[in-house]
């Protein structure tokens, strides 16, 4: 079963596979800002410090809303990213959340090619 570490309130919860960040977070209290749970807001915005290959990939709704400058950081939002096998570990940091939330979003129309 993968796990996921909740390093600002280090907190780890085992999952089920397929897991999505945010919807764990909210069960089992790790502690994740969120607002809006549709990949619009970008409260979730969240960094993998390790176990990144153990994420899925890269959502349209994340290249609108953190567009190349924090994707190429590493950022994910937690309500759209899944962990499939193995262990996560997410940090998030509030001045990087305030800097995303006023973020306008990139116009993205069609997928892009897979990162
Ligand atoms: S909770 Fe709004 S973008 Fe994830």
């Not at 993968?2 to 069960?27: A, C, G, Q, W, Y």
């Not at 499939?84 to 116009?107: F, H, L, M």
Request: proline share 4%.
């Amino acid at each position: 079963m993968p796990s996921i570490h909740f390093i600002n309130t280090d907190k780890t919860v085992e999952v089920p596979e397929e897991s999505n960040i945010l919807r764990m977070s909210l069960r089992h209290e790790g502690g994740l800002p969120n607002r809006c749970g549709g990949g619009i807001c970008g409260t979730c915005v969240c960094k993998p410090e390790s176990g990144v290959e153990n994420l899925d990939k890269v959502k349209v709704q994340e290249k609108r809303k953190l567009g190349e400058e924090w994707l190429e950081k590493g950022y994910r939002l937690g309500c759209q990213t899944f962990v499939n096998e193995g262990d996560v570990a997410i940090s998030w940091d509030d001045e990087v959340t305030k800097q995303v939330k006023r973020r306008k979003p990139d116009k993205i129309k069609r997928e892009v090619t897979a990162r």
